[in-house]
């Protein structure tokens, strides 16, 4: 089976400037893949850094050493040293992202940032906004708040649009920061039918679920970060 | 993605007698890309939005554009006429100040016909359907056209600048803190508005922000300056989320939350 994903030996560190240049370790010696129809959580107690393997694997957090290879365009791209253009161009084509929290665009529809992924892809404007309507609709998000920007919108509301953003295309690599956290049972139990269908399709999911129940519905694997906790290596 | 750059940037330095505006500047830029170069005041953003765009002649290093012919051109070994002509066509510039970018005396409509005559459009009729289509797409009502840029509001001037600089549908567009001095709910409409142009016309863009979150919104790269110098460049929300330098770490600790 496919594997478009591999992490390999990858360290991070935050060096705080403003507080005398103290140096934080994250991780230390990340290394796992995760293959075509598989979901990978990431376990562990909080900041262990699994937030931090996400945000890597994105590409809004630097790498200090180590590779994070994923198959692009019939191509294996390094994330951790490739060019922004390059990483955009990821981003575009392979690799999705529903994060915890969405920064808002003024002025833009929630239906609107829904198919943006999706016209970025060339799909046509309609067609974009119907497979839009079609996950909003799923997600049971009213729809009188469709044509609306979400920045008046309740976290589960707004979490919903971030869900529905990240799932309308068909990325080969999905990453999913805690997509459940402000959902009632009923939406979870629709956002775990998703990651379902994910799979089904050959998508690779990571995610950060700290719902048990939803846990246990999707993970194929769990990965316990508290592993590459650097602490431990240095002693 | 297109392979070649549109810009390419070697090593340029401008020094005001012995005093630095900006110095060892290199990078390339492609289509469709948006730079965002940001810093604090005197940092050498303008210093170096102004070697980059011909108004000002770098003291060293090279700049050199990607002409529609497919050729690379030293900008600073270009004559004169051309370089006019390809800041009216194939460039724009877009003021903080729009008075410095617009005739005020002359119609809102005509602010963006200029631009079309400069490239041999002759057809008034034409011409005024181009600048009608143009303040429409900008948000200034079609019954304004024949008002001149003096009777409008500071954000409406913006915008109609910004209809001036891309109705020769440009490659590259250079501006300068285009959201300095307007208030906050009409920075937002205007960042909408060029977000979504820049999108939809598949431009290159430089601009030059002190403001964080604008630099966030609109671009895809960020290079920092300080004394003149870049000390950390990379993609915008790297840059953001995970700053490495002291300075950068200073800047984004610095931006103030709502």
């Given at each position: 089976?496919?594997?478009?994903?591999?992490?390999?030996?990858?360290?991070?560190?935050?060096?705080?400037?403003?507080?005398?240049?103290?140096?934080?370790?994250?991780?230390?010696?990340?290394?796992?893949?995760v293959?075509s129809g598989e979901c990978v959580v990431l376990g562990?107690?909080?900041?262990?850094?699994k937030s931090?393997?996400l945000?890597?694997l994105y590409?809004?957090?630097?790498?200090?050493?180590?590779?994070?290879?994923?198959?692009?365009?019939?191509?294996?791209?390094?994330?951790?040293?490739?060019?922004?253009?390059?990483?955009?161009?990821?981003r575009?084509?392979?690799l999705g992202y529903v994060s915890q929290f969405r920064r808002v665009?003024?002025?833009v529809s929630a239906l609107d940032i829904v198919a943006e992924p999706l016209q970025a892809r060339?799909v046509?404007?309609e067609d974009a906004r119907a497979r839009a309507a079609e996950l909003l609709a799923k997600l049971n998000l009213p729809k009188e708040l469709w044509s609306l920007p979400p920045a008046t919108f309740s976290g589960g509301e707004q979490q919903r649009v971030n869900i529905a953003r990240g799932f309308i295309t068909d990325h080969k690599i999905l990453l999913l920061d805690e997509p459940t956290a402000s959902l009632d049972a009923k939406n979870r139990a629709v956002v775990v039918e998703m990651i379902a269908e994910k799979k089904a399709k050959g998508t690779a999911l990571i995610g950060i679920f700290h719902d048990e129940e939803v846990r246990d519905a999707v993970a194929d694997r769990i990965?316990?970060?508290?592993?590459?906790?650097?602490?431990?290596?240095?002693? | 993605?297109?392979?070649?750059?549109?810009?390419?940037?070697?090593?340029?330095?401008?020094?005001?007698?012995?005093?630095?505006?900006?110095?060892?500047?290199?990078?390339?830029?492609?289509?469709?890309?948006?730079?965002?170069?940001?810093?604090?005041?005197?940092?050498?953003?303008?210093?170096?939005?102004?070697?980059?765009?011909?108004?000002?002649?770098?003291?060293?290093?090279?700049?050199?554009?990607?002409?529609?012919?497919?050729?690379?051109?030293?900008?600073?070994?270009?004559?004169?006429?051309?370089?006019?002509?390809?800041?009216?066509?194939?460039?724009?510039?877009?003021?903080?100040?729009?008075?410095?970018?617009?005739?005020?005396?002359?119609?809102?409509?005509?602010?963006?016909?200029?631009?079309?005559?400069?490239?041999?459009?002759?057809?008034?009729?034409?011409?005024?359907?181009?600048?009608?289509?143009?303040?429409?797409?900008?948000?200034?009502?079609?019954?304004?056209?024949?008002?001149?840029?003096?009777?409008?509001?500071?954000?409406?001037?913006?915008?109609?600048?910004?209809?001036?600089?891309?109705?020769?549908?440009?490659?590259?567009?250079?501006?300068?803190?285009?959201?300095?001095?307007?208030?906050?709910?009409?920075?937002?409409?205007?960042?909408?508005?060029?977000?979504?142009?820049?999108?939809?016309?598949?431009?290159?863009?430089?601009?030059?922000?002190?403001?964080?979150?604008?630099?966030?919104?609109?671009?895809?790269?960020?290079?920092?300056?300080?004394?003149?110098?870049?000390?950390?460049?990379?993609?915008?929300?790297?840059?953001?989320?995970?700053?490495?330098?002291?300075?950068?770490?200073?800047?984004?600790?610095?931006?103030?939350?709502?």
């Amino acid at each position: 089976m496919a594997t478009p994903l591999v992490v390999s030996e990858v360290a991070k560190s935050f060096t705080m400037h403003l507080r005398d240049g103290v140096r934080l370790p994250v991780v230390a010696n990340v290394s796992f893949s995760v293959k075509s129809g598989e979901c990978v959580v990431l376990g562990g107690p909080s900041g262990v850094g699994k937030s931090s393997i996400l945000k890597m694997l994105y590409g809004n957090y630097g790498v200090d050493e180590g590779q994070i290879l994923m198959e692009h365009d019939g191509k294996l791209v390094n994330l951790a040293t490739a060019e922004p253009r390059t990483v955009l161009e990821v981003r575009r084509a392979t690799l999705g992202y529903v994060s915890q929290f969405r920064r808002v665009v003024p002025r833009v529809s929630a239906l609107d940032i829904v198919a943006e992924p999706l016209q970025a892809r060339s799909v046509a404007l309609e067609d974009a906004r119907a497979r839009a309507a079609e996950l909003l609709a799923k997600l049971n998000l009213p729809k009188e708040l469709w044509s609306l920007p979400p920045a008046t919108f309740s976290g589960g509301e707004q979490q919903r649009v971030n869900i529905a953003r990240g799932f309308i295309t068909d990325h080969k690599i999905l990453l999913l920061d805690e997509p459940t956290a402000s959902l009632d049972a009923k939406n979870r139990a629709v956002v775990v039918e998703m990651i379902a269908e994910k799979k089904a399709k050959g998508t690779a999911l990571i995610g950060i679920f700290h719902d048990e129940e939803v846990r246990d519905a999707v993970a194929d694997r769990i990965l316990d970060v508290s592993a590459f906790s650097p602490r431990k290596v240095a002693a | 993605m297109s392979a070649v750059p549109l810009l390419k940037v070697n090593d340029v330095s401008k020094f005001y007698g012995s005093r630095i505006g900006c110095r060892n500047v290199s990078f390339d830029l492609f289509s469709g890309e948006v730079l965002a170069i940001v810093g604090e005041s005197g940092s050498g953003k303008t210093t170096l939005l102004s070697c980059l765009s011909t108004r000002l002649m770098p003291t060293s290093g090279i700049v050199e554009y990607h002409m529609r012919d497919g050729q690379y051109r030293d900008l600073a070994r270009m004559g004169e006429a051309e370089r006019r002509f390809l800041m009216r066509t194939d460039w724009g510039f877009v003021h903080q100040n729009p008075a410095d970018g617009l005739r005020m005396t002359v119609s809102a409509g005509a602010n963006v016909g200029e631009r079309l005559m400069a490239v041999g459009d002759r057809h008034y009729g034409n011409i005024r359907v181009a600048a009608s289509d143009w303040l429409e797409r900008v948000e200034i009502g079609i019954d304004r056209i024949d008002d001149q840029p003096r009777a409008f509001s500071g954000g409406m001037r913006q915008r109609l600048q910004i209809a001036r600089n891309l109705v020769t549908s440009p490659r590259l567009v250079f501006m300068d803190e285009p959201t300095g001095g307007l208030d906050v709910s009409v920075q937002a409409r205007l960042l909408d508005l060029v977000r979504g142009l820049v999108h939809d016309l598949g431009l290159a863009a430089i601009i030059v922000t002190h403001d964080l979150a604008v630099a966030r919104l609109l671009s895809h790269r960020i290079m920092v300056m300080k004394d003149g110098a870049v000390i950390e460049q990379g993609l915008t929300d790297r840059v953001l989320d995970d700053p490495r330098e002291p300075y950068t770490q200073l800047l984004v600790s610095s931006i103030l939350q709502v």
